[in-house]
């Protein structure tokens, strides 16, 4: 049962427009959620993260957004830039014990020039 | 600082064959976790480890082990490999409570 789902397996953007990444939780006992990017050869490396009981984070280009009542979460990147493109796993941990997250399938972002 | 490092970063195994992957977390990290990423699958927990004991477990085999040493380096071993546990093998390491992993690059798995 996947509890984390990013639904989108691939996302194409032409550079300089904004990319918008999905994802979905079913655990209603989630609350902190992150994004991690990772690159091929690569381990994921954090990008974002967002607690509960906000609904938006920034971080530059990099804006994560709360739905809890609809238990979604998106990742806005504007402007995309070629060096985006990479996999994109939304994870998601609850409180207490180890935090251990639970993450989705990930998203492949390719930002064409 | 030095990030997580694992070895080796490629490997081919045959079916039946048992193998061993290595974790050295980042300096003061006392949590290491393990990781399966497999192609549309994405990150499936393997095992968690602090202070040397296995404190969380995914929905692996028993052929799935791992331990923790006294200065935090993990070790996971898989024996009797399969075809299906080809698959890149990813280490987090994350201070006591924090929610943010920092992962190493990976030990790529081959099995033939």
């Known amino acids: 049962d996947q509890q984390v789902k990013q639904n989108s397996p691939s996302l194409s953007v032409q550079e300089g427009r904004i990319s918008i990444l999905n994802c979905d939780y079913t655990n209603s006992m989630f609350d902190y959620f992150l994004w991690y990017k990772k690159y091929p050869a690569e381990g994921p490396t954090f990008l974002i993260s967002?607690?509960?009981?906000?609904d938006k984070n920034e971080d530059g280009r990099f804006t994560v957004f709360l739905n809890k009542s609809a238990k979604h979460l998106s990742l806005h990147i504007v402007p995309s830039q070629p060096g985006d493109s990479a996999v994109y796993f939304c994870a998601a941990s609850r409180p207490g014990g180890s935090y251990i997250p639970t993450f989705g399938r990930g998203t492949s972002l390719i930002v064409h020039p | 600082k030095a990030g997580v490092t694992q070895t080796p970063r490629y490997l081919i195994k045959t079916r039946g064959q048992q193998v061993t992957l290595s974790c050295s977390p980042i300096s003061g990290h006392r949590s290491v976790s393990w990781y399966q990423q497999t192609p549309g699958q994405g990150l499936q927990f393997l095992f968690e480890?602090?202070?040397?004991?296995?404190?969380n477990k995914g929905n692996f085999p028993g052929r799935f082990s791992g331990r923790q040493f006294s200065n935090s380096r993990s070790e996971m071993n898989v024996s009797t490999l399969e075809l299906g546990d080809s698959a890149l093998y990813l280490c987090?390491?994350?201070?006591?409570?924090?929610?943010?992993?920092?992962f190493g690059a990976g030990s790529r798995l081959t099995v033939l």
């Open positions: 480890y602090f202070s040397e004991t296995q404190r």
């Open positions: 987090a390491s994350s201070h006591e409570g924090a929610n943010v992993l920092t």
């Open positions: 967002i607690s509960s009981i906000k």
